[in-house]
């Protein structure tokens, strides 16, 4: 991380300066972290699974046991893949450079996508009278969570302006 400030020297022949890079100290590294804190992908799972199972029990007080059913398929169908995503990506593994950063946040993504039809096919095959309206409801409902999380991201430290 650094900032770009323009250079007196004019190596290129162009009328305008070059920018050179200037790397951020310490300090100023440590106040950009905390002024964007990170937020775990386990607290969406989290945040996912509360959702979804009070879902789940609403659909189950209101409607029938085969609508909560064809709902909490919905509702597995991103949860399951989600957990999957989030141990990967917080792997030793993902983390040794950023490469492999970079690379397994692709492969785990594609396992997400993957896991998530392989679960909506299984619901399909598996659950007796199977409400597609209600599956789906439960579906959009957890995947909503990630906006969600945007929106109620953890606040910078006190100390830093943000």
Not at 37 to 43: A, I, L, R, Y
């Amino acid at each position: 991380m650094g900032t770009i400030a323009p250079s007196s020297q004019q190596d290129s022949g162009f009328d305008e300066a070059e920018p050179v890079f200037v790397p951020l100290t310490q300090a100023q590294i440590a106040a950009v972290k905390a002024a964007n804190p990170v937020t775990s992908p386990w607290w969406v799972v989290l945040f996912q699974l509360v959702l979804g199972s009070v879902a789940v029990l609403l659909a189950l007080v209101f409607f029938s046991k085969s609508v909560a059913l064809s709902l909490a398929c919905g509702v597995l169908a991103v949860l399951l893949p989600a957990a999957l995503f989030a141990w990967g990506l917080t792997s030793r593994f993902a983390k040794a450079n950023v490469g492999t950063a970079v690379m397994s946040f692709f492969v785990w993504e594609l396992v997400k996508i993957v896991m998530t039809l392989g679960v909506l096919m299984a619901a399909q095959r598996l659950v007796k009278d199977l409400s597609w309206p209600a599956m789906l409801v439960g579906l959009v409902l957890t995947l909503k969570v990630y906006w969600l999380a945007l929106a109620f991201k953890r606040k910078p430290q006190a100390g830093t302006k943000g």
